[in-house]
């Protein structure tokens, strides 16, 4: 099945600064997501980006499908951006969504 | 327009018992998937449901398993629990069997 890095692992920041995750993948895909879930552990959709980029207020995600990785951008964090974020893929053919091991952002005031 | 539903979100059972977890998805949505999420192993996929009928599963042992029902509500019954099965268990609905799917909060299962 499709493999799923992410990295770093862990990123901390200070309120206000930029970050961005990376997200690999191992084969083509037909369904990209990012979430982030949160303290009491639902995964929040942030983005269904199969390929292209896409902007939602301080968050945007790019998604090179040829190149096989995604990325997420967070601009000017917030402590409330704490938490995991986790891209999940889909490969074709019937495939089950694949996790990656997530990125634990904290956001220090 | 109402989310995916799980309940019970927290139970404890002992060893030996079974649980039935419930997942409600979002209206029109006729895909519903399960994970189970623990620290060691993180998200794992264990079935996907689609029109009544599982149409894939993950690599758990057959003391776990599912059904879809016609109105699309969905559930996952774990027989003679162990403590490895103490995890958060998350529900997905998506429109159809592809696409972009929404999680439930989750149904925290701790096994004593």
């Known amino acids: 099945g499709i493999q799923v890095e992410q990295s770093p692992p862990d990123l901390i920041l200070q309120e206000g600064a930029n970050s961005t995750l990376r997200c690999n993948f191992s084969?083509?895909?037909?369904?990209l997501q990012w979430f982030h879930q949160n303290p009491w552990g639902q995964l929040i959709n942030l983005f269904y980006?199969?390929?292209g980029t896409k902007q939602n207020g301080r968050l945007s995600a790019t998604t090179v499908a040829t190149e096989r990785y995604s990325l997420l951008y967070i601009s000017s964090s917030q402590t409330t951006d704490s938490g995991v974020y986790f891209c999940?893929?889909?490969?074709?053919?019937?495939?089950?969504?694949?996790f990656g091991t997530g990125t634990r952002l904290t956001i220090i005031p | 327009k109402a989310g995916v539903t799980q309940t019970p979100r927290y139970l404890i059972k002992t060893r030996g018992q079974q649980v039935t977890l419930s997942c409600s998805p979002i209206?029109?949505?006729?895909?519903v998937s399960w994970y189970q999420q623990t620290p060691g192993q993180g998200l794992q996929f264990l079935f996907e449901?689609?029109?009544?009928?599982?149409?894939n599963k993950g690599n758990f042992p057959g003391r776990f398993s599912g059904r879809q029902f016609s109105n699309s509500r969905s559930e996952m019954n774990v027989s003679t629990l162990e403590l490895g099965d103490s995890a958060l268990y998350l529900c997905?609905?998506?429109?159809?069997?592809?696409?972009?799917?929404?999680f439930g909060e989750g149904s925290r299962l701790t096994v004593l």
């Open positions: 997905a609905s998506s429109l159809g069997t592809t696409g972009e799917l929404f």
């Open positions: 084969d083509s895909v037909n369904n």
């Open positions: 980006i199969p390929s």
């Open positions: 999940a893929v889909e490969g074709f053919g019937n495939e089950k969504l694949t």
């Open positions: 209206s029109g949505h006729r895909s």
């Open positions: 449901y689609f029109s009544e009928t599982q149409r």
